[in-house]
T-cell receptor
Framework: QKEVEQDPGPLSVPEGAIVSLNCTYS??????FMWYRQYSRKGPELLMY????GNKEDGRFTAQVDKSSKYISLFIRDSQPSDSATYLC?????????????FGSGTQLTVLP | DGGITQSPKYLFRKEGQNVTLSCEQN?????MYWYRQDPGQGLRLIYY???????QKGDIAEGYSVSREKKESFPLTVTSAQKNPTAFYLC???????????????FGPGTRLTVL
């Protein structure tokens, strides 16, 4: 079993829809949770990060962490064609050597105009 | 402009050849990382370095080698021992690894390696 599971999709939605992207994880020691966006043939860029449980909002994006269920989500409101990309969840434990990130496999999202 | 550069963008290699992928950063970051990305598998850590002249193996280091002679440079060599090297390679850096504060990793644009 992978430490981080993410539905690979692909996911297609119409413009303006609310998108929900999700990851589950098995290691309860994870403390920092991130969402990266990766356009085709480009490097990932950080969208949001959260520490511990709760919600964090940034514009059209909301990141949610439920540590009791080991479940994280990214919601995109009023989705735009420019949101079409692969979304990667990542997480790490703050103590230890290099605070290595553990990534999900990514969800490919297409927002149709 | 501050950032991470990787070269070349595309690289073709014949079987049995070693190739070296370049990664340079001008962010003054202490830590640097190499990842491999295959379709449907996310990013897997190959090697990482926390300081100059020191590096550690990640989850899939076999068939790869690195060096960290300068803070800003972390080249990756894909050797002929790597059985399936065709992939997208990503370099990243982060400010440091000490303490317990949040530590974002910044990624380069990637190098796509194809073995012919």
């Amino acid at each position: 079993q992978k430490e981080v599971e993410q539905d690979p999709g692909p996911l297609s939605v119409p413009e303006g829809a609310i998108v929900s992207l999700n990851c589950t994880y098995s290691n309860s020691a994870f403390q920092y949770f991130m969402w990266y966006r990766q356009y085709s043939r480009k490097g990932p860029e950080l969208l949001m990060y959260t520490y511990s449980s709760g919600n964090k909002e940034d514009g059209r994006f909301t990141a949610q962490v439920d540590k009791s269920s080991k479940y994280i989500s990214l919601f995109i409101r009023d989705s735009q064609p420019s949101d079409s990309a692969t979304y990667l969840c990542a997480m790490y434990i703050s103590s230890g050597s290099a605070r290595q990130l553990t990534f999900g496999s990514g969800t490919q999202l297409t927002v149709l105009p | 402009d501050g950032g991470i550069t990787q070269s070349p963008k595309y690289l073709f290699r014949k079987e049995g050849q070693n190739v070296t992928l370049s990664c340079e950063q001008n962010l003054n970051h202490d830590a640097m990382y190499w990842y491999r990305q295959d379709p449907g598998q996310g990013l897997r850590l190959i090697y990482y370095s926390q300081i100059v002249n020191d590096f550690q193996k990640g989850d899939i280091a076999e068939g790869y080698s690195v060096s960290r002679e300068k803070k800003e440079s972390f080249p990756l060599t894909v050797t002929s021992a790597q059985k399936n090297p065709t992939a997208f390679y990503l370099c990243a850096s982060s400010p440091g690894t000490s303490g317990s504060s949040y530590n974002e990793q910044f990624f380069g644009p990637g190098t796509r390696l194809t073995v012919l």
